[in-house]
T-cell receptor, first 111, second 117 residues
Framework: RKEVEQDPGPFNVPEGATVAFNCTYS??????FFWYRQDCRKEPKLLMS???SGNEDGRFTAQLNRASQYISLLIRDSKLSDSATYLC????????????FGSGTQLTVLP | GAGVSQSPSNKVTEKGKDVELRCDPI?????LYWYRQSLGQGLEFLIY????????KSGLPSDRFSAERTGGSVSTLTIQRTQQEDSAVYLC???????????????FGSGTQLSVL
């Protein structure tokens, strides 16, 4: 079983739609959680950290459920520019050496 | 300002040849990481440099892989006697502060696509 699992998609949604991705992790000792965004043939970029209480950044909302060991990302009012692969990332500490990246969920927002 | 720069962007080589991949981190960033991303897989940590400290090589998959960081800046990842399974995107990242429990943001380069024929 992979340490971080994501549905690879693709998710194809119309502009303006709300879309949610889930990610599960296997190591209950995991401490830090992130969502990264990776455009096609580009480098990953940090989208947002995920905090225990849940957090929001504009149209993006991240949630963490430690009991069930999953993380979610909700995107409201999808834009064409949201089309990308979303990587779920988990760390046993804050150390970037201990980051485990999921293989990503592909999102395409259609006009 | 300039981001993390990697070269070449694409490298095609024959099995058994050696390759060198270069990373130029953001100026002033003390921490530098190499990752590998295989098709359909998550990023895999390879090696970490912090200032003048001994590097953390715990992620290197075999002794064919090595890396240097000269003068605390530019880094070179060398793969000797390349194999087809080495084909992947090799990503470099840097951060301003050491790799501690501070969730310091990583800045990635655009990677080198390595294809071993």
């Amino acid at each position: 079983r992979k340490e971080v699992e994501q549905d690879p998609g693709p998710f194809n949604v119309p502009e303006g739609a709300t879309v949610a991705f889930n990610c599960t992790y296997s190591n209950s000792a995991s401490q830090s959680f992130f969502w990264y965004r990776q455009d096609c043939r580009k480098e990953p970029k940090l989208l947002m950290s995920v905090y225990s209480s849940g957090n929001e950044d504009g149209r993006f909302t991240a949630q963490l459920n430690r009991a069930s060991q999953y993380i979610s990302l909700l995107i409201r009012d999808s834009k064409l520019s949201d089309s990308a692969t979303y990587l779920c990332v988990v760390s046993r500490s804050g150390s970037a050496r201990q980051l485990t990246f999921g293989s990503g969920t592909q999102l395409t927002v259609l006009p | 300002g300039a981001g993390v720069s990697q070269s070449p962007s694409n490298k095609v080589t024959e099995k058994g040849k050696d390759v060198e991949l270069r990373c130029d981190p953001i100026s002033g960033h003390t921490a530098l990481y190499w990752y590998r991303q295989s098709l359909g897989q998550g990023l895999e940590f390879l090696i970490y440099f912090q200032g003048n400290s001994a590097p953390d090589k715990s992620g290197l998959p075999s002794d064919r892989f090595s890396a240097e960081r000269t003068g605390g800046s530019v880094s070179t990842l060398t793969i000797q006697r390349t194999q087809q399974e080495d084909s992947a995107v090799y990503l470099c990242a840097s951060s301003l502060y050491p790799d501690t429990a501070t969730n310091e943001k990583l800045f990635f380069g655009s990677g080198t696509q390595l294809s071993v024929l």
